[in-house]
């Protein structure tokens, strides 16, 4: 069993799991029970190197769905939160990671959200687990329980290197401005 995390705390993945190589960065949430669109939430990932994306290309999303070099994986867009479990997951290979990054930062956006007027205070169980590839052992789990009622995008939480060691920190920092407030926060070119 993993260690669940509140937010702004964190955890040594490495010694965790020694001689951890790949994780699945899992993405949950709940159908919406109420009336009116689905939530469509987009899980991505950015690439940075103190605090910026290494370039546009390092930014992993349903429509960029690897990184160049193939250390981080999208695998696919979930459009409704159906179903029990991760919706939405990213696959990373840690040994592939170049060493010029040194954090993952795992954003998660409502897709159309000002269109449908739908924010994260509506979406219910939301949560970022990741788990081990080689035994499928969840290292460690954020559930939010914040009160989000004008954010359209929130940072779940970010895998981190330190002194040679992978880390996760839980984040749950929102964002009224969507997927482009963080994407431009972090250097993204957005058009």
């Excluded at 910026?52 to 939160?81: A, C, I, M």
């Excluded at 010029?100 to 994260?120: L, N, W, Y």
């Amino acid at each position: 069993m993993g260690v669940t995390l509140a937010k702004g705390g964190n955890v040594s993945l490495s010694k965790a799991a020694p001689n951890l190589t790949q994780v699945m960065v899992g993405l949950g949430w709940d159908a919406r029970s109420t009336t009116g669109a689905p939530f469509d939430l987009d899980a991505s990932a950015l690439m940075c190197s103190s605090g910026r994306v290494l370039g546009d290309e390092w930014f992993v999303f349903y429509n960029q769905l690897k990184s160049p070099d193939g250390s981080v994986e999208h695998t696919g867009d979930n459009l409704t939160g159906e179903g029990d479990g991760d919706d939405e997951s990213l696959l990373i290979d840690l040994s592939k990671v170049p060493p010029q990054c040194d954090k993952i930062v795992f954003p998660v956006s409502i897709h159309m959200a000002d269109e449908r007027g739908q924010t994260f205070g509506q979406v219910s169980n939301a949560f970022i687990r990741v788990v081990n590839q080689a035994d499928g052992q969840e290292l460690a789990r954020y559930d939010l329980s914040e009160d989000a009622s004008t954010e359209t995008a929130m940072i779940f939480g970010e895998l981190y290197r330190y002194q040679g060691e992978w880390k996760f920190r839980a984040v749950g920092q929102g964002y009224a401005s969507g997927l482009r407030g963080i994407a431009l926060d972090f250097g993204v070119n957005v058009s």
